[in-house]
């Protein structure tokens, strides 16, 4: 199984809600990326969990909350999110570390994102 | 911080002509790899480049890591209506950075 899926596959929510995206994969991969990308702009890492342990957070905000509850699993969750929030955003995962906290970036695999508007 | 550009931003060719796009670094790499993403989907990983001037080729398409690992270059001969997208570059040094892709149209 070489696939990364991502639920919900989209996700309208007003600015006072909570709501969490999920990801999951089953390749074995150590190493898992959110990324947001705006229409017709690159992928913008966000957070790097490696062996379930966060290793790079973007200067996120905190409105923005990562959570990794085992090696197959990734959530984003949500709240008080802004209009300028809404994006496609994006799982990934990949193997190959080249120590236990910072993964090796070899090949990643992209689950079909979540597209989010904030009303 | 480190910026990884791409050009062209756009291209259109006629099905049948040759495509490349080129990618800058603004600092050094220790590999670059090159991802393609069709409209209204998800970034599909085509290959990563490690060694200063590397050349791999996928069938039409020739990968090439520039000999001081900060430019990278993708050329695709003989375009088809199939190879529609954007296509992104995205380096290493301590981290991933996409760089601003390229997005190709290929007219029948």
Redesign the interface.
């Known amino acids: 199984d070489t696939e990364v899926t991502q639920t919900p596959k989209h996700l309208v929510m007003g600015m006072t809600n909570k709501k969490s995206l999920k990801c999951e994969q089953h390749m074995g991969h150590r190493a898992m990326y959110w990324y947001k990308q705006k229409a017709?702009?690159?992928?913008?890492?966000m957070f790097?969990y490696s062996y379930e342990k966060l290793s790079?957070n973007e200067s996120v905000p905190s409105r923005f909350s990562p959570e990794c509850p085992n090696s197959s699993l990734l959530n984003l969750h949500l709240h008080a999110l802004q209009p300028e929030d809404s994006a496609l955003y994006?799982c990934?995962s990949s193997q190959g570390l080249r120590g236990r906290t910072?993964p090796s970036?070899?090949?990643?695999?992209?689950?079909?994102?979540t597209r989010l508007t904030v009303l | 911080g480190q910026q990884v550009m791409q050009i062209p931003q756009y291209q259109h060719v006629q099905e049948g002509e040759d495509f490349t796009t080129y990618c800058n670094s603004s600092t050094t790499l220790s590999n670059i790899q090159w991802y393609k993403q069709r409209p209204g989907g998800h970034p599909v990983f085509l290959i990563q480049l490690v060694k200063s001037g590397e050349v791999k080729k996928q069938k039409r398409l020739t990968f090439q890591f520039g000999e001081a690992k900060k430019n990278s270059s993708l050329h695709i001969t003989a375009t088809q209506t199939t190879d529609v997208g954007t296509y992104f570059c995205a380096g290493d040094p301590d981290k991933l950075i996409f760089g601003t892709g390229t997005r190709l149209q290929v007219f029948p």
Do not use: C, S
């Open positions: 017709k702009k690159p992928p913008e890492l790097v790079i994006l990934a910072i970036y070899n090949e990643q695999f992209f689950g079909p994102g």
